[in-house]
């Protein structure tokens, strides 16, 4: 792997050989707003670190802290967060408590909610009508057609311009003078849009149509909150007619819709860390940091302050507190390529302080993704009670509507601490686990006795075949979207056989199929057992998407050889639903799982297929 400027033209690999640690730059969060930003600076002040700004000036205490923080605030945004989920009332006039009523009071809040994802609750009131209780996610959900003109617009450096409007509250006033009260209403856009769906679909006049919204919520908090309070009373049924009763209900639910909210919350200031091993000495790296913000940053107001509580835990880190806006006018917004960057060159600055640093990639060396401060905030919060906060942090443990996060948290502390192998998904993800492999199989060729090289290479090895092998069967699906992970004259990745199905027939599909199936088997036997699961769960997905290619193509040519009564029996096993439930409390092991359900489907499609030759010869006799 080149060093990217490190360290001359020595691999990435070798300087880790030789004892380099890793650069960790992170951003952790961003806050909108004095208070919030106020709240993260002061929490970098805990146990009396004292802090320095971009102009050098020290911040012994909180109190200085809100005072920086609030000179910065004349830039801040003052635009509020995107309204991204709503309860909703809707009535319809005169619908009583029955089985007509409740079904059309049903349909009509379909068509009003067409195109947004939503969960409905019907109940009656006390007068004997009834009214729909409805969660609905404020931005409608992208077209397929939408997707594609905004992918081109990106392809042509253009901005995409075709998303679809969003529901909106406002505050309306009851009345005509100054002190009448304020109610929360749909802007007229988004009224008439829904009563007009309605009155089209169901023919009841709007005039007899309302629809009442409460405060509309921000992210996915908002809609697990807004989920748990509709289903309080009675289980929901969301726009798929599919029932949420529970809490697992809505934490699927949340993390499916958490994806289409497209939402927004205006950025003041950025929350990074940037660690070392314990043992670093803390002055040169405080030196380093310093330099590293001073000209990574140069152009904005920062502050940070260097932590050494964690080396116990191996390492010591600073947090700063980066204003968004820069002094021209210009805001961050850093992706992957700008924290790939960011690292480098924090790891030259480290260097030029004495500190052996090089910048690498967690794809480089298979390593699943880390865990941020926020996430042991939160559960160092929930299972261990600060002595000043007890009552508090009880209380937030104990609350339901913290339990996802809680518990999300958990899982992402858990997973990061076994660090399981990541599987290369991507093209770049491959080619950089496949030029480190060579970098690190030279570094153990030359010295067999180096355990770090030796389990470098291992485990780059099977993270390389598992890559390929998902590789292979993606493209089997679409080969002009896939690109070899490491182009070479003898690359196999895209094996001609496995490229062009569309000329080939149902059997030499099911050979292929049989080959790739066998594949799979032997490349999950070689993967650990934190990264089996996930593999074996991409793995399937694919050879489903692969059988049911299958599948069509026996119907085709079974429609042009044998009587329409036959081709039911060509019916695909994967898309069968009626599975046979294992025995209740028994684990199922993802390997033995994997290799009953292909081994199912392979015998019942050569069945099949052997069913329709037999047809076939029976056909030509009877001429």
Same mark, same amino acid.
């Given at each position: 792997m080149a060093s990217r400027g490190d360290a001359g033209n020595v691999s990435t690999a070798a300087l880790l050989a030789r004892g380099y640690q890793p650069a960790v730059v992170k951003v952790v969060s961003y806050a909108h707003g004095a208070t919030r930003a106020t709240a993260s600076a002061q929490y970098i002040e805990r146990d009396e670190v004292e802090l320095e700004t971009h102009a050098g000036n020290l911040l012994a205490d909180k109190a200085a802290v809100a005072e920086e923080i609030k000179a910065w605030s004349t830039s801040f945004e003052k635009r509020q967060p995107s309204q991204d989920v709503v309860t909703v009332r809707l009535q319809l006039s005169g619908l009583r408590d029955t089985a007509e009523d409740r079904e059309r009071l049903s349909f009509a809040a379909g068509a009003a909610f067409e195109g947004h994802r939503h969960a409905l609750r019907i109940e009656a009131r006390a007068s004997g009508e009834i009214e729909a209780r409805a969660v609905v996610v404020m931005a409608r959900t992208i077209s397929p057609e939408e997707k594609a003109l905004n992918r081109a617009a990106r392809t042509n450096g253009e901005k995409s311009s075709t998303l679809p409007p969003r529901l909106r509250v406002v505050d309306q006033r009851m009345g005509t003078t100054e002190d009448a009260p304020m109610r929360k209403a749909f802007d007229a856009r988004s009224? +008439?849009?829904?009563?007009?769906? *309605?009155?089209?679909?169901? !023919?009841?006049?709007?005039?007899?149509?309302?629809?009442? #919204?409460?405060? #509309?919520? @921000? !992210?996915?908090?908002?809609?697990?909150?807004? $989920? =748990?309070?509709?289903?309080?009373?009675?289980?929901?049924?969301?726009?798929?007619?599919?029932?949420i009763r529970t809490a697992e209900d809505i934490r699927d639910v949340t993390r499916d819709w958490g994806r289409h909210l497209r939402s927004q919350s205006p950025r003041d200031t950025m929350h990074m860390v940037v660690s070392a091993k314990a043992g670093t000495d803390e002055k040169v790296f405080t030196n380093a940091v310093r330099s590293f913000l001073h000209q990574q940053f140069a152009d904005h107001k920062f502050m940070f302050g260097v932590h050494t509580d964690k080396a116990e835990a191996g390492h010591i880190h600073a947090h700063a507190i980066v204003a968004v806006r820069s002094e021209s006018g210009t805001k961050l917004h850093p992706g992957p390529t700008d924290l790939a960057q960011w690292r480098v060159n924090y790891a030259s600055h480290a260097r030029e302080h004495g500190l052996k640093v090089v910048a690498t990639r967690a794809a480089e060396q298979a390593s699943s993704r880390s865990y941020g401060p926020k996430d042991k905030s939160i559960v160092d919060v929930a299972t261990n009670?600060?002595?000043?906060?007890?009552?508090?942090?009880?209380?937030?443990?104990?609350?339901?509507?913290?339990?996802?996060?809680?518990?999300?948290?958990?899982?992402?502390?858990? *997973?990061?601490?076994?660090?399981? *192998?990541?599987? #290369?998904?991507?093209?770049?993800?491959? +080619?950089?686990?496949?030029?480190?492999?060579?970098?690190?199989?030279? $570094?153990?060729?030359?010295?067999?006795? @180096?355990?770090?090289?030796?389990?470098?290479?291992?485990?780059? =090895?099977?993270?390389?075949?598992? !890559?390929?092998?998902?590789?292979?069967?993606?493209?089997?699906?679409?080969?002009?979207?896939?690109?070899?992970?490491?182009?070479?004259?003898?690359?196999?990745?895209?094996?001609?056989?496995?490229?062009?199905?569309?000329?080939?027939?149902?059997?030499?599909?099911?050979?292929? $199929?049989?080959?790739?199936?066998?594949?799979?088997?032997?490349? /999950?036997?070689?993967? #650990?057992?934190?990264?089996?699961?996930?593999?074996?769960?991409?793995? /399937?997905?694919? $050879?489903?998407?692969?059988?049911?290619?299958?599948?069509?193509?026996?119907?085709?040519?079974?429609?042009?050889?044998?009587?329409?009564?036959?081709?039911?029996?060509?019916?695909?096993?994967?898309?069968?639903?009626?599975?046979p439930a294992p025995e209740h409390g028994v684990p199922i092991d993802p390997l033995a799982e994997l290799r009953r359900q292909q081994t199912e489907m392979l015998e019942r499609l050569a069945q099949a297929r052997g069913q329709s030759r037999d047809h076939e010869r029976g056909h030509e006799a009877g001429d």
């Amino acid at each position: 792997m080149a060093s990217r400027g490190d360290a001359g033209n020595v691999s990435t690999a070798a300087l880790l050989a030789r004892g380099y640690q890793p650069a960790v730059v992170k951003v952790v969060s961003y806050a909108h707003g004095a208070t919030r930003a106020t709240a993260s600076a002061q929490y970098i002040e805990r146990d009396e670190v004292e802090l320095e700004t971009h102009a050098g000036n020290l911040l012994a205490d909180k109190a200085a802290v809100a005072e920086e923080i609030k000179a910065w605030s004349t830039s801040f945004e003052k635009r509020q967060p995107s309204q991204d989920v709503v309860t909703v009332r809707l009535q319809l006039s005169g619908l009583r408590d029955t089985a007509e009523d409740r079904e059309r009071l049903s349909f009509a809040a379909g068509a009003a909610f067409e195109g947004h994802r939503h969960a409905l609750r019907i109940e009656a009131r006390a007068s004997g009508e009834i009214e729909a209780r409805a969660v609905v996610v404020m931005a409608r959900t992208i077209s397929p057609e939408e997707k594609a003109l905004n992918r081109a617009a990106r392809t042509n450096g253009e901005k995409s311009s075709t998303l679809p409007p969003r529901l909106r509250v406002v505050d309306q006033r009851m009345g005509t003078t100054e002190d009448a009260p304020m109610r929360k209403a749909f802007d007229a856009r988004s009224e +008439a849009a829904m009563k007009a769906r *309605i009155e089209t679909a169901t !023919g009841y006049p709007q005039h007899g149509i309302s629809i009442e #919204p409460a405060t #509309p919520g @921000h !992210g996915r908090d908002a809609l697990g909150q807004r $989920l =748990s309070t509709l289903i309080s009373k009675a289980p929901a049924l969301d726009h798929l007619q599919r029932p949420i009763r529970t809490a697992e209900d809505i934490r699927d639910v949340t993390r499916d819709w958490g994806r289409h909210l497209r939402s927004q919350s205006p950025r003041d200031t950025m929350h990074m860390v940037v660690s070392a091993k314990a043992g670093t000495d803390e002055k040169v790296f405080t030196n380093a940091v310093r330099s590293f913000l001073h000209q990574q940053f140069a152009d904005h107001k920062f502050m940070f302050g260097v932590h050494t509580d964690k080396a116990e835990a191996g390492h010591i880190h600073a947090h700063a507190i980066v204003a968004v806006r820069s002094e021209s006018g210009t805001k961050l917004h850093p992706g992957p390529t700008d924290l790939a960057q960011w690292r480098v060159n924090y790891a030259s600055h480290a260097r030029e302080h004495g500190l052996k640093v090089v910048a690498t990639r967690a794809a480089e060396q298979a390593s699943s993704r880390s865990y941020g401060p926020k996430d042991k905030s939160i559960v160092d919060v929930a299972t261990n009670p600060r002595p000043k906060r007890k009552e508090q942090d009880r209380a937030y443990a104990s609350d339901p509507r913290n339990a996802n996060l809680i518990r999300n948290a958990q899982e992402r502390m858990a *997973i990061a601490r076994a660090n399981p *192998i990541r599987i #290369p998904m991507t093209g770049r993800e491959r +080619a950089g686990v496949s030029e480190n492999l060579e970098h690190w199989q030279g $570094l153990a060729k030359a010295d067999p006795a @180096h355990e770090v090289a030796r389990a470098m290479v291992d485990r780059l =090895s099977v993270a390389k075949e598992a !890559g390929d092998a998902i590789n292979a069967l993606r493209a089997v699906l679409s080969p002009e979207q896939v690109a070899p992970s490491h182009p070479s004259p003898n690359n196999s990745v895209r094996a001609p056989e496995m490229t062009e199905n569309a000329e080939k027939s149902a059997d030499a599909m099911l050979r292929d $199929l049989r080959l790739m199936n066998q594949r799979i088997a032997e490349v /999950t036997n070689l993967l #650990p057992e934190g990264s089996r699961q996930r593999f074996t769960q991409q793995a /399937t997905g694919y $050879l489903e998407k692969i059988a049911e290619r299958i599948d069509q193509q026996q119907a085709q040519e079974a429609k042009a050889n044998v009587p329409a009564g036959v081709q039911a029996a060509a019916r695909s096993p994967v898309s069968d639903q009626a599975q046979p439930a294992p025995e209740h409390g028994v684990p199922i092991d993802p390997l033995a799982e994997l290799r009953r359900q292909q081994t199912e489907m392979l015998e019942r499609l050569a069945q099949a297929r052997g069913q329709s030759r037999d047809h076939e010869r029976g056909h030509e006799a009877g001429d």
